[in-house]
């Protein structure tokens, strides 16, 4: 699975768009970029997944470049209970075991 | 969205002593559940791989004997830490695959926070 890069932290206004970034520069073709969040002391969260195409659900957007090296988590209006460890995966899963593999992912600290 | 519950949700222990750890897929039914532990201010780490009906595969470093898992059932695996030390005190997660689809989904459960007297 290809590695991502993510800034260590991010400080965000309450009621502002967060946008987090991550570099994936060697994922594959058959490669998803999946995100998840872990709020302190408790499981990880699935946030939002995908493979070329941008994608929206009711958490977050997921934006990713034409050439999928990069992507981006958009969090339109981040809440104080948005604050967490924002983890950006990609993993291929065809024919792996799908175990994801966590990388130090971005502290999100959402501020009053 | 799918539910992964643990038991128990925290727990104490002596030294020497062992203690087990249920991972149960609420809503969906998982052939394959994965284990990881993660130290304070650290990420997760992946112990393990449990396959319903056959053997767990462990991942480079961790002790097979020592961190039994058996996943009986399609919905329940479980993990038991056996002759527990302080350097077993840990954040343990649990994970089901509910892959449903062309793509692939993973689903957490709370963790159970171990902590070795």
């Known amino acids: 699975d290809a590695k991502t890069t993510q800034p260590t932290s991010m400080d965000c206004a309450e009621g502002r768009a967060a946008n987090l970034p991550c570099n994936h520069s060697?994922?594959?073709?058959?490669?998803?970029v999946y995100w998840y969040r872990q709020i302190h002391s408790q499981g990880p969260q699935y946030i939002i997944h995908g493979l070329k195409n941008n994608e929206t659900n009711e958490m977050a957007s997921l934006i990713i470049t034409e050439d999928r090296k990069s992507s981006t988590l958009i969090l339109p209006h981040a809440t104080l209970r948005d604050t967490a460890v924002y983890y950006c995966?990609?993993?291929?899963?065809?024919?792996?075991?799908?175990?994801?593999?966590f990388g130090k992912g971005t502290k999100l600290s959402v501020k009053p | 969205g799918a539910v992964v519950s643990q038991h128990p949700s925290w727990v104490i222990c002596k030294s020497g002593t062992s203690v087990k750890i249920e991972c149960r897929s609420l809503d969906f039914q998982a052939t394959t559940m994965f284990w990881y532990r993660q130290f304070p201010k650290q990420s997760l780490m992946l112990m393990a791989t449990s396959n319903e009906g056959s053997k767990a595969t462990y991942e480079q470093g961790v002790e097979k004997d020592k961190f039994l898992i058996n996943h009986a059932s399609l919905t329940l695996s479980t993990l038991t830490v056996t002759s527990a030390h302080p350097e077993d005190s840990s954040f343990y997660i649990c994970?089901?695959?509910?892959?449903?689809?062309?793509?692939?989904?993973?689903?957490f459960g709370p963790g159970t926070r171990l902590t070795v007297t």
């Open positions: 994970s089901a695959d509910g892959t449903s689809g062309a793509s692939y989904e993973q689903y």
């Open positions: 060697t994922i594959s073709g058959n490669e998803y």
């Open positions: 995966i990609a993993m291929n899963y065809g024919g792996s075991q799908g175990n994801l593999i």
